[in-house]
């Protein structure tokens, strides 16, 4: 059974970069027909989509996002990386990372971490 | 402002049935497949339907998922105190090639 579980730090400084890690369990991030997603939460507010990547390293980034966001795999520890710009007070949230099914179509996300709130605060 | 519109809450009573709306358009809904998800705060969301109406293995039946047009519906039988939860849309939408959530729908059971 693929577990996910995300680390990083829960505390990070304005304008700095936001770097988390997703550990892929349980199963191999190069099988083929999934991507793996990042998504996360805002309090008191819905799910949103930041990204996601194939393992031979295609992505696709939320447009809103993109300008910031830089999404990358290491197949060799199964693993996957965000990374994060810019960093205001506005992207403090839980993140999420994610399985997303892809038999051609994009088919949902079966799998997710546990989630990890990270904090932007001077 | 999301781009899929869901009820912000709906509720009934124990054993009833609910159904949650999903509006979209053809960008998203219209022309790709609609997932649900369960999310019970603190805990990692839960995938309950995905291609607009099948179940991954270890979930009920008392869950269903159904498209027409723009539009998809999540369905909720012999509701349970554990169904308090909120729930999520998600698809791809074409025109951002982005995948979209709902703003999310806060189900009660009372």
């Known amino acids: 059974q693929v577990q996910l579980q995300e680390s990083g730090p829960g505390l990070v400084k304005p304008s700095q970069t936001l770097s988390l890690t997703c550990t892929v369990s349980?199963?191999?991030?190069?099988?083929?027909?999934?991507?793996w997603s990042w998504i996360r939460q805002h309090p008191g507010k819905g799910l949103e989509w930041i990204g996601y990547?194939?393992?031979?390293?295609?992505?696709y980034y939320n447009p809103s996002l993109k300008s910031r966001v830089t999404i990358s795999v290491d197949t060799s520890n199964n693993q996957f990386s965000l990374k994060l710009s810019s960093l205001t007070a506005a992207d403090t949230a839980v993140y999420y990372c994610?399985?997303?099914?892809?038999?051609?179509?994009?088919?949902?996300?079966?799998?997710w971490g546990q989630g990890t709130t990270v904090t932007v605060s001077s | 402002q999301s781009v899929l519109t869901q009820p912000p809450s709906v509720s009934a009573a124990p054993g009833q049935k609910v159904t949650i709306s999903c509006s979209g358009s053809?960008?998203?809904?219209?022309?790709?497949?609609v997932s649900w998800y369960q999310h019970l705060p603190g805990t990692a969301p839960k995938l309950l339907i995905y291609?607009?109406?099948k179940r991954p293995s270890g979930i009920p039946d008392r869950f269903s998922g159904s498209k027409s047009g723009t539009s998809a519906t999540l369905g909720i039988t012999g509701l349970q105190t554990g169904d308090e939860a909120d729930y999520y849309c998600?698809?791809?939408?074409?025109?951002?090639?982005?995948?979209?959530f709902g703003g999310g729908t806060k189900l009660t059971v009372l």
């Open positions: 994610a399985r997303a099914q892809f038999n051609y179509y994009y088919s949902g996300m079966d799998v």
């Open positions: 349980g199963g191999s991030i190069s099988s083929g027909g999934y991507y």
């Open positions: 990547i194939f393992y031979s390293g295609s992505t």
């Open positions: 053809s960008s998203n809904i219209g022309n790709n497949y």
């Open positions: 291609d607009n109406n």
């Open positions: 998600g698809t791809w939408d074409s025109s951002l090639s982005a995948v979209v």
